[in-house]
């Protein structure tokens, strides 16, 4: 996994909660598992501008941070599973509120980027 060159602050709650759930996918990950998607595929059919291997590396590290469970099921091929823990319950809120945020500021930014091509 990477390793940080700047340690991180733990007396700032944003630092470490960017640290953890900031990325351009892992909010789209969690609102799809949080939605009962769980299986690698569907993640992949759900959001179908993420690589396989941007969308393992994010659930892994979502993993680690106790966002996320994994489940392996022992059949051949093998099954895995994804579910959102307690802790990653929590998070949701906060991912909700920024998808609505981004949806009520699209209107904006598409008028925005509108006028910045015609400049």
Partial sequence: MYQRKIPLDFECGTGIALEVILSKWKFCILQEISKGICR??????????????????????????????????????????????????????????????????APHLKTLLGKAGNT
């Fill in 40 to 105: 690698p595929k569907d993640l992949m059919e759900a959001i179908p501008d993420i690589t396989k291997r941007v969308l393992h590396e994010q659930l892994k590290q979502l993993e680690f941070h106790g966002i996320v469970s994994k489940q392996i099921y022992p059949e051949v091929p093998p099954k895995v599973e994804y579910a959102i823990t307690s802790i990653g319950r929590e998070a949701l809120p906060i991912v909700q509120a920024v998808n609505r945020w981004g949806l009520d500021f």
